[in-house]
């Protein structure tokens, strides 16, 4: 391996030692305690170290969100029981996401709700971002002709339920009757018309 290889590879190995720190902080004491004071005491590294990697802490966030939905696609992937009817697809998927959410709250914060500059529904939207959209939308489309908006709405509800759930806003014991609901709700659009077709941009 070459000099500069090596220096690549130890560049990528710095920025992974510092994304695993700041997700790891965040599930434990919350996104207020990540700051780059913090990390680089817990990494031993320095803090010039830091910002020859990341801007600010805001970067930092944005790259702990790219390797959320790293994860998370690959759990949505997993939840797809091509052998299901559809309605068990659904249902396997939302559990799936709801899951997720509930186990890692921090990282589903850094990849919904913290601010960051990641572009979604973009032509540039990153592949990263894309493939946990794709994976709900595989158990979607066969309900609605426009895909990609009833991938939206199922997705914005999923959100909706991790986000009341996580702040104690709704009984735990009914997410399986919230989940039914939805699916009910989606089968209702199978006959639906589109005004207008929706360009896929994601």
Not at 50 to 59: C, E, I, K, M, V
């Amino acid at each position: 391996m070459g000099v500069s290889e090596r220096k690549t590879r130890q560049r990528a190995e710095r920025e992974q030692r510092i994304v695993a720190a700041a997700a790891a902080i965040a599930e434990q004491e919350g996104w207020d305690a990540v700051t780059i004071r913090r990390l680089a005491e817990a990494i031993e590294y320095s803090q010039p170290v830091l910002y020859s990697h990341f801007a600010n802490r805001d970067a930092i966030v944005a790259a702990v969100a790219i390797e959320g939905f790293r994860e998370i696609a690959a759990v949505l992937r997993t939840a797809v029981d091509t052998d299901a009817t559809t309605d068990d697809s659904l249902s396997n998927i939302a559990n799936a996401y709801l899951d997720f959410a509930s186990a890692r709250p921090a990282l589903y914060q850094a990849m919904f709700v913290l601010p960051t500059r990641l572009r979604f529904a973009e032509a540039d939207t990153r592949p990263e971002l894309r493939a946990g959209f794709d994976a709900l939308a595989s158990v979607v489309a066969p309900f609605c002709p426009d895909a990609d908006v009833a991938t939206e709405v199922f997705w914005s509800a999923l959100h909706g339920m991790a986000e009341l759930e996580r702040a104690g806003r709704v009984k735990p014991i009914a997410r399986q009757q919230r989940i039914r609901l939805i699916s009910a709700l989606l089968a209702s659009f199978r006959d639906f018309k589109p005004s207008h077709a929706t360009p896929r941009s994601r």
